[in-house]
């Protein structure tokens, strides 16, 4: 079995060994979609955990474990709809955002990652 321990920033750029999996959307949602607390008892030290078939994954994220690289509109009635991974999808609420006053990044809450663990 293989383990991995990864560190990823907000571009996405993970810190892996060789050979690097490629970042296509369709991987990155199988990766999200597998995305999950570390409560294996290994690796304590990297919060999240992303098992992918025989591999394991454990995952430090630089900052947050999910980034939202879009927001989307409806034409129709104008919901918004935040994008991460590769397209996964989850309502744009603004009274779900928050700004750090240490490093000034806007934040917005994940309602549930598609394992369905509430963030």
């Known amino acids: 079995m293989e383990r991995y321990q990864m560190t990823v920033n907000a571009s996405l750029n993970a810190s892996l060994p060789p050979p690097l999996p490629p970042l296509h ?3 990155l949602d199988f990766f999200f979609s597998q995305f999950r607390r570390n409560d294996t008892g290994s690796f304590t030290e990297y919060p999240y955990f992303s098992p992918c078939g025989k591999e394991k994954n454990y995952i430090r994220p630089a900052c947050v474990g999910v980034v939202f ?8 009635d104008g919901a918004g ?3 991460w991974g590769g397209g996964l999808r989850q309502r744009f609420e603004p009274s779900a955002l928050a700004m750090s006053e240490r490093t000034g990044r806007l934040y917005h809450r994940l309602f549930s990652t598609p394992g369905g663990e509430n963030e």
């Not at 690289?69 to 129709?76: A, I, P, R």
């Open 81 to 83: 709809e935040l994008i």
């Open 25 to 27: 959307p369709q991987f």
């Open 69 to 76: 690289h879009d927001l989307q509109f409806d034409g129709v």
